[in-house]
């Protein structure tokens, strides 16, 4: 993956492990999306991601939101008003170019200028995702900004709940929906991160990854 300031695109296969985890054993996400050098993507910081979702929020449709994580990951917490669609759907499965095709015809139902994507760390499949639409609604003749929220849904849950060693409490909020503090592990300098990320960096006994601090 490439950046050119604010935006990105992808030139080759690539399966990096999420920057922010930083545990080099954690499973890859492979990457299969054809070359797409001509492609950007626009980046968005987590503050700038917030403003498109409180949009969301407030029905506007102009404004779509794609959580390309696993179903574990998602029903973890995903952001409030988001569409469900597993990366494996949009670009591994056998129907992966009429999921994309349908995609884009929900967006231009919806009269849809922009749509942010996103996958836990933004690291790989988000980013594989956001330059495929990219490429498909270039070639349909969609006029679509597409988004990619930087550093994934990590980044946001941990800009919404802040700083701090107290564990969110469950439930919806204004800007997430569905959180479950058993799905999170609370830690020393990434915040909250993903249980399955935790429990697989201290079974290899990864130093550099802090050690939980509460359940």
């Known amino acids: 993956l490439k950046l050119y300031g604010s935006r990105i695109c992808s030139d080759r296969q690539a399966s990096p492990t999420p920057s922010a985890v930083r545990v080099s054993a954690m499973p890859s996400r492979p990457v299969t999306l054809e070359d797409t050098e001509h492609t950007h993507v626009k980046v968005l910081a987590v503050d700038e991601a917030i403003a498109l979702v409180q949009q969301v929020a407030a029905g506007n449709s102009k404004v779509q939101i794609i959580d390309v994580r696993s179903e574990i990951e998602h029903s973890g917490g995903h952001i409030r008003g988001a569409r469900h669609v597993p990366y494996e759907d949009i670009l591994e ?13 929900s967006f231009e139902a919806a009269g849809a200028e922009t749509v942010l994507v996103h996958c836990m760390y933004s690291q790989a499949r988000g980013p594989a995702v956001a330059c495929s639409l990219a490429s ?80």
């Open 93 to 105: 499965s056998a129907a992966a170019e009429a999921q994309g095709a349908e995609l884009l015809a």
């Open 136 to 215: 498909l609604a270039e070639a349909r003749g969609h006029r679509l900004e597409v988004c990619l929220l930087e550093g994934g849904f990590h980044a946001f849950v941990n800009k919404v709940h802040g700083s701090g060693d107290a564990m969110p409490a469950g439930g919806a909020g204004d800007l997430i929906s569905g959180f479950k503090p058993e799905r999170w592990r609370m830690t020393a300098s990434n915040g909250l991160v993903e249980i399955e990320a935790v429990e697989a960096a201290e079974a290899l006994g990864v130093e550099d990854f802090p050690a939980a601090l509460s359940g």
